[in-house]
């Protein structure tokens, strides 16, 4: 009987043992996973990729341009009796600015008129003589040596006449200038000159400067590769027409957008040898004159239109050792699947893929650091609406050239 006695407290905790797990499932705990079950799919979150179609557009850096500057030098000699302008107003075409001592020019404006009024008289004495003496000389009663020199005479006086006129358009024109007048429209920065100075004509020295600030150009740079780029595609038929394709909109300084939209203008022709860029101008409206030359700026001009464009999250791609853009999909038998990408450009948020996924791929965006290619998952929907709305939204976005790429999976 001693061997019995040595197995009762071996079965007296297997009994204990199978009375708990019995008072566990009465209460309704699940009891304990049996050693050696396969775990469950982790979930991921997708994003199913729809093609749409997509304006694109470039951002550029540019430097604000006046449309006109006008810088103001003396067209005749002589001491600034006034200045009729206040520094940095605004003053209109045809304004008085400056008012050089008109009374030398007026002194010259006299004698010309009185020079003038000899010629007339002179003609009409010489004039009469000449008349005279072609009558006698059919009679033969003056020689005709005698009527070439009244003839000459008559036309001597008309050259005189001719002579004083001119002086007394000339005069007219130096007194005229002797009031210094705004030839454009604009704003007025400081005078160089003060009442009483002596200026002269050709001076090196503007006395002021009147620059128009709306509109307003924009300068732009865009390098020739990218444009070479662009021509290609529209000649291929890659790209459409965008509907607005010479409206451009405008960042300041300070990352705030500009309120007015402008128009591309023209392109240059020519490509600058230095940085091998070619030149856009722009034209904006500037009516808080909030735009002021020399200004740094960003203007996204619009390129075309692309149809059946395949849009990508950009935290869903990663870069490979080589480089080269790398994504994972869910399969049709639910697996990891990974695939190689060809990308454009950015698209906003997104990348621009030309090759790599189709219409339909489920992208895997959320879940990256807990999976392998090979993998079973289960798919469900990306949380994030920005995502899903920046993948399937058939509205227009545009592009940005300095766009950082998408951070490695390994790092989500």
Known sequence: MQPIRRHQPL???TFTLLASALFLTACGQPAPAAQGAAPAAPQVGVVTLQPQDVTLSRELP???QAARIAEIRPQVSGIVQARHFTEGSTVSAGTALYQ???APFQATLLSAQAAEARAKANIASTQAKAERYRELLKIKAVSRQDFDEAEAAFLQAKADLQS??????TAQINLNYSKVLAPISGQIGKSSVTTGALVSTGQSQALATVTQLDPIYIDLTQSSSELLALKQALAKGAIGTAAS?????LKLEDGSVYPHKGTLQFTEVTVN???GSVTLRASFPNPDQLLLPGMYVRATVQEGQQANAMLVPQRGVSRNAKGEA??????KDGKVEPRLLQTNRTVGSNWLVTAGLQAGDQLIVEGLQKIRPGAVVQAVPATSTEVS???VSSSAVTASKGSAPAAPAAAR
Do not use: C, F, Y
Request: hydrophobic share 40%; charged share 15%; no cysteine.
């Open 100 to 102: 050089i001592d008109p």
């Open 164 to 169: 004083a006129k001119a002086q007394i358009s």
């Open 326 to 331: 790398t994504a994972l999909v869910v399969s």
């Open 62 to 64: 540019g430097r604000v």
């Open 273 to 275: 040898p230095d940085t």
């Open 389 to 391: 709305s920046s993948a």
């Open 245 to 249: 394709q010479t409206e451009v909109s």
């Open 11 to 13: 079965l007296q905790s």
